[in-house]
């Protein structure tokens, strides 16, 4: 089994910059990627970041390309998602993702809110 603890939300104003962290404790070895989803109320949740956790590949949606970036350090079996310029609709709780095949796990989701 594995836990997914995230951390580093909060409210922030439109073109500010967040650091989340999501640390992975447990079954951590053989980890296939881990990542970022975010959902909003009435909406699905949707795919942010993932990156894959032997080689660093990178992968991100439309919506935040040149603007977040995810890293990882597999030492500490944590992944961080970097997020800048920050914009209103960024608003949204965000999930911790890891993929171990066949199993996803998920953390508890951590609100970030972009106001003025």
């Known amino acids: 089994q594995i836990h997914l603890t995230e951390s580093g939300g909060g409210l922030v104003q439109p073109g500010g910059s967040l650091k989340l962290s999501c640390v992975a404790s447990?079954?951590?070895?053989?980890?296939?990627?881990m990542g970022w989803y975010r959902q909003t109320p009435g909406k699905e949740r949707e795919f942010v970041a993932t990156i894959n956790w032997s080689g660093g590949n990178t992968y991100y949606a439309d919506s935040v390309k040149g603007r977040f970036t995810v890293s990882r350090d597999n030492t500490k079996n944590t992944v961080y998602l970097q997020m800048d310029n920050l914009k209103l609709e960024d608003t949204a709780v965000y999930y911790c993702?890891?993929?171990?095949?066949?199993?996803?796990?998920w953390g508890q989701g951590t609100q970030v809110t972009v106001s003025s």
């Open positions: 447990g079954s951590t070895w053989a980890i296939s990627t």
């Open positions: 993702n890891l993929l171990k095949i066949p199993v996803n796990y």
